[in-house]
């Protein structure tokens, strides 16, 4: 009898993020594929004899081919395995799990999705403000910063933000160049935002600004993502005093 592929979502970091069925699995795993982004905390529940194997882009080099990952989910589970795709965050945002549940259900594996908290959510529980806030925000936006490449903001995202709506960006690359962008097509400058990096993790942080400031930011380190919005505007005023447009946050 053929094995099963559980693609997990791993949560934004903090290993207390991990869902009670995403632990179990986990548990009983016989292979983990698993990216970069899942530290070594979630993968000490991995029990010992299992086979574990980084897949993420630093593996191997540059890029571990999306081709390959489907290869040996399919070889695993094939061999019988109960076998476990982990990514970061909920497996179904932005982490090729389309793709990967195509080859399954094109190979007749059986598969399970079990969800995460995604990195967005992460970094807003961390910062204190909602996504949605009934007061500012009636819709929240999830985007890739990948969708901005060739020079222009994509058009919704000018259209979201200057009807109010939230807007989180992962994978934003360069902040300045994004800020710009968004200033050019017509955002206001004076919309609030923040980059937050490592969001649930000890060495969190979040930098808060206008998008007009964020144009002339330093690098943050990574992973990392930023949210556009007046809802950020909210958790900024907040805190403490002179620093109120920006500061940094730190467990
Ligand atoms: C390939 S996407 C995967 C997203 C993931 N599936 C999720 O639901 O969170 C990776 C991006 O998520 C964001 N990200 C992941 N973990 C993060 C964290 N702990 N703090 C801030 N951003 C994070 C970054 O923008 C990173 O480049």
Known sequence: MSGKVYLVGAGPGDPELLTVKAARVL???????????????VL????????????????????????????????????????????????????????????????????????????GLGAAAMAGFSLTDRRM?????????????????????????QSGATLVVYMPGDHRKLAKLLVE?????????????????????????????LMQASAVDKPNLLVIGAVVGRAAAGRSGAEARRELVSR
């Open 185 to 213: 097509a017509g955002v206001t400058g004076t919309i609030p935002c923040a980059v937050i990096a490592n969001a649930s993790l000890p060495n969190e942080r979040a930098e808060y600004s206008v998008l007009s400031e």
């Open 137 to 161: 925000a009636s819709s929240v936006l999830l985007v890739s910063g990948h969708s901005c490449k060739g020079g222009n903001a994509a058009p919704d995202w000018v259209a979201a933000l």
């Open 44 to 119: 000490n529940l991995v029990r010992p004899g299992a086979e574990v194997q980084s897949v993420g882009k630093r593996a191997g080099g540059s890029h571990f081919p999306q081709e390959e990952i489907h290869r040996l989910m399919i070889a695993h589970a094939r061999a019988g395995k109960r076998v476990v795709r982990l990514k970061g965050g909920d497996p179904l945002l932005f982490g090729r799990a389309g793709e990967e549940m195509e080859a399954l259900r094109a190979a007749g594996i059986r598969f399970e999705v079990v969800s995460g908290v995604t990195a």
């Open 27 to 41: 548990r009983a795993a016989e292979v983990v594929l698993h990216d970069d982004l899942v530290g070594p905390e």
